[in-house]
């Protein structure tokens, strides 16, 4: 017998329709490797309808007042968490997540987000009014950028949807945001929750491939363009958004280093970095993917992690007791893999190393010694559930290796000398540093990087901001 799978529809300009040349795509929950649900595979069509419902709606959110914007954004709230159980089990279904992982890690920062960019609406302020030049006044205004497009990924469709959408409609503007081809079930969702709440065309879900975010970034409707995704395709979009100048905010790639001193608490460091470098499967920007530890406690900590690593539990979205669920898709699941088939001989697997069951695309957890700075798995971002470890001798060779990539997003020392880690946070290239932790984000504090992670923040005052323009109006005393 055949299941009769899902059909998933964009959401354009307040209705939901399939695409307008009929081209689907099959959705597969990758906790099984079976499809479940057909979803759009949008044309240029259905780029220009999206865009267009957007610029239609622009100018009458644009005037709403920032206090209307806040009651629209925490009425959003309210109603994803009132209806946060569907949620979870769509974005479960969506990546193959731990169900109580989702629920209790994922949907209630979500929902405090919005929360966050509803005050946020309310705050649009320029610097104060003055005279800067005699019998003449000078205002500074920041109005909303206009109609956006966003590209989201698979790695977290239903939060990093709500990082795009949220600060975009607080300040103003109309969106047209695109989930990942693989990952459209919690967006479309969203859509249906919200569906009540905005005026038609405000927010827009198309849903697609490659292609069809291509057309939404080259298409001349947008003032801007927003993607978090890899290095690739953010180079890709900010050389399509170049050729009409559009605004592009990047959020990219990572490779974080968890830089551990000998003076570190060794038990706290090792259940903190192994969390946060499996949670998701590593697939996570911020991951503490790359420790580097010193040379007297390494041998110590390789031990003490690679025990952490075989303790830890993949598995189904309803077993309580797994920490991380399935890779995304069978080209992550073969790209994680060659990336230890490919190892050094140098190169040591201490724990994991290995495909875990035969249905769906899990992996196990991997801690990988014995490396060196230009090894391919030091460089590259594996986006998998793999830690790897190197020794350092001194603090100047601890920045050197942090430093020594492309990639600048995220970062972590461990320590308990307090000069030690101002002095690394200092130095370290990287948009954020944590101490003696790794991983945890609050909506008040921004989340970005520098180098090949791209530039731009989400999150926070600064997030908010990327998502205005900013005006000077001067006006004569004289009248």
Not at 246 to 263: I, Q, S, T, Y
Not at 332 to 342: D, P, T
Not at 429 to 457: Q, R
């Amino acid at each position: 017998m055949t299941t009769e799978l899902r059909r998933l529809r964009n959401y354009i300009g307040g209705e939901f329709k399939d695409a307008a040349d009929g081209r689907t795509t099959e959705v597969v929950n990758p906790a099984t490797g079976e499809a479940y649900a057909t979803a759009p595979l949008s044309g240029q069509a259905d780029v220009d309808a999206a865009m267009a419902a957007a610029a239609a709606a622009f100018p009458g959110w644009r005037d709403t007042t920032p206090s209307d914007r806040q009651k629209a954004l925490l009425k959003i709230a309210d109603a994803f968490e009132a209806r946060a159980d569907e949620l979870v089990a769509a974005e479960s279904e969506n990546t193959g997540k731990p169900l109580g992982l989702t629920a209790s890690e994922e949907l209630p920062p979500m929902v405090d987000q919005i929360r966050f960019f509803a005050g946020a609406a309310r705050l649009l302020e320029g610097r104060s009014a003055g005279e800067y030049m005699d019998g003449m006044t000078s205002i500074i205004r920041r109005e909303p950028v206009g109609v956006v497009a966003q590209v989201a990924p698979w790695n977290y469709p239903m939060m990093m949807a709500v990082w795009k959408f949220a600060p975009a409609i607080a300040a103003g503007n109309t969106v047209v945001l695109k989930p990942s081809d693989t990952t459209p079930a919690s967006t479309v969702l969203m859509a249906e929750i919200i569906d009540s709440i905005l005026p038609k065309g405000v927010f827009n879900v198309v849903c697609g491939d490659r292609e069809t975010g291509k057309a939404m970034v080259e298409h001349n409707t947008p003032a801007m363009a927003s993607i978090t995704g890899s290095v690739r395709a953010g180079m890709q979009v900010a050389e399509s958004a170049s050729k009409d100048v559009k605004r592009v905010h990047l959020e990219l790639g990572g490779k974080a280093p968890a830089v551990v001193f000998e003076d570190a608490d060794i038990a706290k460091a090792v259940e903190d970095i192994a969390v946060a470098g499996y949670f998701n499967a590593g697939q996570d920007c911020t991951a503490a993917c790359r420790v580097l530890v010193h040379e007297s406690i390494h041998d110590e900590f390789v031990t003490a992690l690679a025990k952490a690593a075989a303790d830890t539990k993949t598995g189904q979205p309803d077993d309580e007791d797994v920490l991380f669920g399935p890779l995304n898709n069978p080209n992550q699941l073969k790209q994680v893999a060659g990336f230890i088939e490919r190892l050094p001989a140098h190169a040591k697997v201490e724990a994991g190393g290995h495909q875990v069951g035969e249905k769906g695309y899990f992996y196990a957890p991997t801690v990988v010694s014995g490396l060196k700075q230009d090894d391919e798995i030091i460089q590259n971002e594996v986006f998998g559930p793999v830690i790897t470890v190197q020794s350092f001798s001194d603090e100047s060779q601890a920045l050197e290796y942090a430093n020594g990539v492309e990639f600048a997003l995220a970062s972590s020392v461990w320590t308990k000398d307090h000069g030690r880690a101002m002095r690394m946070s200092k130095n370290l290239d990287f948009g954020c540093v944590w101490i003696n932790t790794h991983i945890p984000l609050v909506a008040e504090m921004p989340h970005g990087g520098f180098k090949k992670s791209g530039y731009g923040k989400d999150l926070s005052a600064y997030g908010f901001e990327d998502y205005t323009r900013i005006k000077h109006v001067m006006t004569s005393l004289d009248g």
